[in-house]
């Protein structure tokens, strides 16, 4: 069996974070690990209260991990502060880690902050060039490339500034437009569009984590990047199209649609 790790924070919700990425990675049929890098209390509505590990213990997590189920890839997301991010980029360099995706989490739909600036900036120097994908959405990628975003040519720009400057793959992630959700792929000077039909669903919570951790599953079943990518968001749009409805804000995916033999593209 195949087998993924995600570095992540828990959504107590269930709906982001360590709990979709585990639901993800378990219906694409990959045994799932997690490294914990903070609780949240959060639900459908936002972020109440969020509760970091100390270093120490994301640090024994991770050893704890890698010295017995070695992950053939592996998700970061949500990863608030810097002495976390200092941890991770070690233990990655130690175990000499693969097929890593990096999912830089700064801000949930529902406006809470999950991440503070010196963490961005470590983000950006320790992290990012271990990165095999980087999956920023459109407010992410703005506050990483330092250009604001309104046109598909300035998700191309944006997309350049971050591969060129991190040395690695990167896809802009669309579902922040208005009208459309294509993801624009850049790697090696080059782009590409992955299309999307925009489906008309208020309950998007965890769309990034949902997608980021699809393309990880695909990654650790050996799948080359941009076919990882297709194939994860034909899962991720699926899981909109289930039209889940739960809770009084936006609610979570339904992860198991692809269980239930119905929605197929
Ligand atoms: N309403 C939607 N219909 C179809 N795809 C969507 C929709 N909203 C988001 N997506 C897709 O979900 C994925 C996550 O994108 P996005 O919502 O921008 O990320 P994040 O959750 O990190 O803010 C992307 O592939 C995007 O195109
Ligand atoms: C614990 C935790 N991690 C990440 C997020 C953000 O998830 P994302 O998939 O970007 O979805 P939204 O929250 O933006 O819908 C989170 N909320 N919690």
């Given at each position: 069996m195949k087998t993924a790790l995600t570095i992540a924070g828990s959504?107590?919700?269930?709906?982001?974070?360590?709990?979709?990425?585990?639901k993800t990675m378990t219906v694409h049929g990959v045994y799932a690990m997690s490294a914990i890098t903070a609780l949240t209390a959060q639900n459908t509505m936002g972020v109440q209260k969020v509760m970091e590990v100390t270093p120490e213990?994301?640090?024994?997590?991770l050893e704890s991990v890698f010295t017995d189920i070695y992950p053939d890839a592996i998700k970061i997301g949500m990863v608030s502060s810097s002495a976390l991010i200092e941890v991770i980029a070690?233990?990655?360099t130690f175990y000499d880690a693969k097929n890593i995706v990096v999912d830089p989490v700064m801000v949930a739909t529902s406006g809470s902050k999950l991440i503070n600036d010196k963490a961005i900036e470590y983000l950006k120097n320790k992290l990012f060039a271990k990165a095999t994908l980087l999956t920023p959405n459109i407010p992410e990628a703005e506050i990483l490339s330092g250009r604001t975003i309104k046109t598909s040519e300035d998700m191309i720009a944006a997309a350049r500034i971050m591969s060129e400057e991190y040395g690695t793959a990167v896809?802009?992630?669309?579902g922040h437009a208005l009208n459309e959700a294509n993801d624009l792929f850049y790697y090696n000077h080059?782009?590409?569009w992955f299309i999307g039909e925009r489906i008309e669903n208020s309950n998007t919570h965890g769309t990034g984590c949902t997608l980021s951790s699809a393309i990880t599953s695909y990654l650790a079943q050996g799948k080359d990047l941009e076919n990882a990518i297709w194939l994860a968001k034909n899962y991720l749009s699926g899981?909109?199209?289930a039209m889940l409805n739960l809770g009084k804000g936006?609610?979570?995916l339904k992860h198991t649609w692809n269980l239930e033999g119905g929605y197929e593209e």
């Open positions: 959504d107590s919700s269930g709906g982001a974070g360590i709990q979709a990425d585990i213990f994301l640090s024994q997590q070690e233990k990655l896809l802009c992630k669309g080059q782009y590409k899981a909109l199209r936006s609610g979570p």
